[in-house]
């Protein structure tokens, strides 16, 4: 198991969000959350890397362990740095948002966020970034353009990229395709397929015909509870699911 969560509450103020979530979620699959507006599924999307720390108001109670590093981490452990869990664990927007500067830099930030000075390293790891998201090729000779001037298809896989230099081990995409055309969302379906290899993918979608086609699991939140089934899973005692 990647990521698993024993008894789970989220609160925003005093509305109860999330309610005793149980889950268990293997590594190297894509896991879909889907769910009616306001229900919790970003809730529990921000609850895997702590971004909801960022916002007043909300408390967590519970625990949420991840296999990383090659060990289980609690990763609501005081001592853990959060800049290390945030290298580890990637996160992708609904909407497309590169930083106002060049093509380059937007990629080559997380990495002057790790430290990673050393001007060819660096190089490298863009390219190597920008060619697993299939980028490479359509922006190697305007790499100091401003990464804000891309397409809406290009926007979105420039910031897969950025999450992506870091070799993250999880990676957490809140309806990354729902602002783009048939044919970017297609590629992006692509791309995401390919990167199971490479880390696991935890995506709120609310496509069923997508989560059909790239899902492996499928989290269904509903008044702050969740249900899961599996699309292609077999069947047997190791791939069981806990759930509330």
């Known amino acids: 198991m990647k990521i698993q969560t024993q008894s789970l509450c989220f609160y925003y103020h005093r509305q109860q969000v999330l309610r005793d979530i149980n889950l268990h979620l293997p590594a190297n699959k894509i896991t879909a959350i889907t769910g009616p507006s306001g229900s919790g599924k970003s809730t529990l999307l921000m609850a895997f890397n702590r971004l909801w720390e960022e916002i007043d108001g909300c408390r967590i109670s519970g625990e949420v362990f991840m296999?990383?590093?090659?060990?289980?981490?609690n990763i609501y452990n005081p001592t853990l740095p959060l800049l290390e869990l945030r290298r580890k664990v990637g996160m992708v927007f609904q909407q497309p948002n590169p930083l106002p500067m060049s093509i380059s830099k937007n990629i080559a930030f997380p990495l002057?966020?790790?430290?990673?000075?050393d001007k060819r390293l660096v190089g490298q790891k863009v390219e190597s970034a920008l060619r697993k998201v299939a980028?490479?090729?359509e922006v190697k000779d305007r790499l100091n353009d401003d990464g804000r001037l891309l397409s809406g298809g290009q926007q979105q896989r420039l910031c897969l990229a950025r999450a992506l230099v870091l070799r993250p081990e999880v990676l957490l995409l809140d309806e990354p395709t729902s602002?783009?055309?048939?044919?970017?969302?297609a590629a992006i379906e692509e791309l995401l397929l390919?990167?199971?290899?490479?880390?696991?993918?935890?995506?709120v979608s609310h496509y069923q015909?997508?989560?059909?086609?790239?899902?492996?699991?499928?989290?269904?939140?509903l008044n702050g509870q969740c249900s899961i089934?599996?699309?292609?899973l077999p069947e047997n005692p190791s791939n069981r699911l806990s759930m509330n």
């Open 67 to 73: 296999h990383l590093n090659g060990q289980n981490t």
């Open 112 to 117: 002057r966020l790790a430290h990673i000075h």
């Open 135 to 137: 980028l490479w090729d």
């Open 179 to 185: 602002s783009l055309d048939p044919d970017a969302s």
């Open 194 to 203: 390919s990167l199971k290899t490479k880390c696991t993918l935890i995506m």
């Open 209 to 221: 015909d997508q989560i059909q086609r790239i899902a492996d699991l499928h989290v269904q939140v």
């Open 229 to 232: 089934s599996s699309n292609s």
